[in-house]
């Protein structure tokens, strides 16, 4: 099992310094792209398929964290009494 994580990692870091031959930061979407594909070309289709279903599901999860934090931003930005923001708070973030 180490041997082929080594082997995998080995491939993606040498995919990723041919992508920048000059230098530069690596965006987390170039390097989770190239962790698939490793998995894909070295025959790991399975634990591949698992990966992309698993950045899916996070994306998901981080769209949905952001609708939320942008319905609390707008119910508290409102001038309401006490009780009336509470009640926006509770429809807010359901």
Do not use: N
Not at 4 to 21: F, G, H, K, M, Q
Not at 62 to 88: D, L, M
């Amino acid at each position: 099992m180490r041997e082929t994580v080594d082997a995998l990692t080995e491939i993606v870091v040498r995919a990723l310094l041919r992508s920048r031959p000059g230098g530069g930061t690596f965006h987390i979407e170039d390097v989770q792209d190239q962790v698939e594909l490793g998995l894909m070309r070295g025959g790991h289709h399975e634990v591949a398929r698992a990966y992309v279903l698993y950045r899916e599901r996070r994306a998901q999860e981080r769209a949905k964290q952001s609708r939320q934090r942008r319905r609390a931003r707008r119910c508290c930005t409102s001038s309401t009494t006490a009780g009336a923001y509470r009640w926006i708070w509770r429809r807010c973030m359901r």
